[in-house]
């Protein structure tokens, strides 16, 4: 199994970017789908989760309106549209795949993690 990020980079506040998940050794559609990050010397935290038909998605309060998580399944990958970004945006993004046993906004219902892809915001 494997979760593979990509697309961070540094941006000023106001950009937009694209973040990617491309998967490999299971089966996309069977899993639900989550993002998370974790900014330097804090706690990991839910960003965005999508189910596993792509049909419900949830999002953080922090990113609600600015964030938009979708996924293909036929092409194996979760994706993390990010407008209007801000400087407290800057954080590690992870992408993780699991059964959401425990609801979509908890790292307990992910049991596969993608390496993470580092986004900053400059202000």
């Known amino acids: 199994v494997q979760l593979q990020a990509s697309g961070g980079g540094l941006v000023q506040a106001g950009d937009s970017l694209r973040l990617s998940c491309a998967t490999s050794g299971f089966t996309l559609s069977s899993y639900a789908m989550g993002w998370f990050r974790q900014a330097p010397g804090k706690e990991r935290e839910f960003v965005a989760a999508i189910s596993r038909s792509g049909v419900s998605t949830y999002y953080a309060d922090s990113v609600k309106g600015r964030f938009t998580i979708s996924r293909d399944n036929a092409k194996n990958t979760l994706y993390l549209q990010m407008n209007s970004l801000k400087s407290e945006d800057t954080a590690r993004y992870y992408c993780?795949?699991?059964?959401?046993?425990?609801?979509?906004?908890?790292?307990?219902?992910?049991?596969?993690w993608g390496q993470g892809t580092l986004v900053t915001v400059s202000s």
């Open positions: 993780a795949a699991g059964r959401a046993s425990y609801g979509y906004y908890t790292t307990r219902s992910y049991d596969y």
